[in-house]
């Protein structure tokens, strides 16, 4: 065959290709006629949420999404969006809904899903200054406006992850390779922790490679807070016996009580032994946009790391939580990386990219999800928001305390209330549980 006859019989195949492959592009027509049934099914949700359950016990469990397997051809979008309201939407949690008793709900503001529509149809690579500078400069915007509330200095490095098990891994990462904790020091490096850390933070030691480190578990106050005294105790006995410590995490709000561990002190320990300093904020740290929780979470900048989540204190959708680390240096050593095909990436950028600072090269750019509300919105009704979070938790505690045989925890710091209901007779546990298993099948509260 000649090379002309060849090229002739790829351009017959490739015009057939086309044809078949042009459905990827969708013409305007087709395009408005699912937008408009998307739009629809979006505010349908939205307007019947006052009255949805919050959570729905269903015998099927969302096991009809696989009557419809994927085939060679597509399917009309109404079929498509009935599956989801009844198989994806309706069962198990919503957690969008008001109506929860003792689950962590989720938010769900609107224009964050408008920012993540913008963000897919542009599909800016937020990855790299050169490639999208006005992206990037976004992002680091949002980590520059946590840095000024959180008290930590404009000069911080942070990242926009997906949540705050993967922000925390980036914060332990970071803090492995700057205490230089090699493999052959790890049986003696110890950390330090609250026995009410979240379990997050033991996935990203381990995925760290660092589970082999000695992990103490600090004795807690009657609050569930780590006693300061008994971790300087504790630092001191291990480098008696030749051990290294290197890391103590806090909480700046835990989830199962609300606890802040005594931060200002925590700090001046780690200071002193030079130790990392991590605090996980993940659920606590926007209590700092109010007067009341600023007061309370008083050291948050002391650390040398520090993860909140805005998909948990912006009530963001699902998808963004942040870490920052006070010194960019650090959080860029463990992090960045050369590859030859990215020559043109790091010419003259003096500007700091997500993908030198985070292990993603390639990501959703999570920015918009974050600016499109705050700069349509301001900051008000979010600092409004948590102020209204912490009064509800006080004044539903002051209200439950005078109860008749209810057992009720310590004042809450956030908005965290734990209380259980003591019966005359009979288990409490079991009569608790039964209380709780009722309400799920009422399904609102
Ligand atoms: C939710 C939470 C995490 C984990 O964050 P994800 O976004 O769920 O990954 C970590 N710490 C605390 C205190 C939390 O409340």
């Excluded at 009580?257 to 002190?265: F, H, K, S, W």
């Excluded at 309370?296 to 963004?320: A, C, N, Q, T, W």
């Excluded at 990436?345 to 090269?361: K, Q, V």
Aim: hydrophobic share 40%; glycine share 8%.
């Amino acid at each position: 065959m000649t090379h002309t006859s060849a090229n002739d019989t790829i351009a017959e195949r490739l015009q057939q290709l086309e044809c078949i492959a042009l459905q990827l592009e969708t013409p305007a027509t087709d395009r408005k006629t699912v937008t408009d049934a998307v739009i629809h099914y979006a505010e349908n949700f939205l307007d019947s949420l006052e009255d949805k359950k919050a959570y729905v016990i269903s015998e099927e469990k969302g096991a009809g999404i696989t009557s419809l397997p994927v085939s060679e051809s597509g399917h009309d979008i109404r079929t498509l969006l009935h599956l989801l309201e009844t198989q994806v939407d309706e069962p198990g949690l919503n957690p969008a809904s008001g109506g929860h008793l003792g689950y962590v709900p989720g938010g769900g503001v609107y224009y964050s899903a408008l920012g993540d529509f913008l963000a897919d149809v542009t599909n800016r690579y937020a990855g790299i200054f050169f490639a999208s500078p006005g992206a990037v400069r976004m992002e680091n915007m949002m980590i520059e406006w946590l840095a000024g509330f959180l008290g930590y200095p404009e000069t911080c490095g942070g990242n926009l992850a997906s949540g705050g098990s993967i922000a925390s891994l980036i914060a332990i990462v970071t803090a492995r390779d700057a205490m230089e904790v090699k493999a052959r020091d790890i049986e003696r490096s110890v950390i330090y922790l609250s026995p009410q850390v979240h379990h997050c933070l033991y996935k990203a030691i381990r995925i760290a490679g660092l589970h082999e480190c000695i992990v103490r578990h600090l004795p807690l106050d009657e609050r569930f807070r780590i006693r300061p005294n008994k971790l300087a105790e504790q630092i001191a006995k291990d480098k008696a016996d030749g051990l290294k410590p290197w890391l103590v995490i806090a909480s700046a709000g835990t989830t199962d009580t609300g606890a802040i561990d005594p931060l200002t002190e925590i700090a001046g320990i780690a200071k002193k032994e030079n130790l990392w300093f991590h605090i996980d904020a993940a659920y606590g740290g926007f209590f700092a946009l109010c007067d009341q929780g600023r007061e309370l979470l008083k050291g948050m900048d002391l650390s040398d790391s520090i993860v909140v989540d805005p998909h948990k204190g912006m009530f963001l959708p699902y998808g963004l939580g942040a870490v920052l680390v006070k010194d960019r240096k650090k959080l860029m050593a463990s992090h960045y990386y050369i590859a030859n095909y990215m020559q043109d990436a790091h010419r003259g950028a003096d500007i700091d990219s997500p993908a030198d600072l985070s292990p993603e090269l390639t990501k959703h750019f999570r920015g918009l999800r974050m600016w499109l509300p705050l700069q349509l919105l301001g900051v008000q009704p979010f600092r409004a928001a948590v102020e209204e979070k912490m009064l509800l938790a006080r004044y539903f505690h002051n209200e439950i305390s005078q109860w008749e045989n209810m057992e009720v925890g310590p004042t809450p710091d956030l908005s965290v209330v734990v209380f259980r209901y003591v019966p005359t007779s009979g288990d409490a546990d079991a009569f608790n549980q039964a209380v709780m298993d009722r309400v799920l099948q009422i399904g609102r509260f």
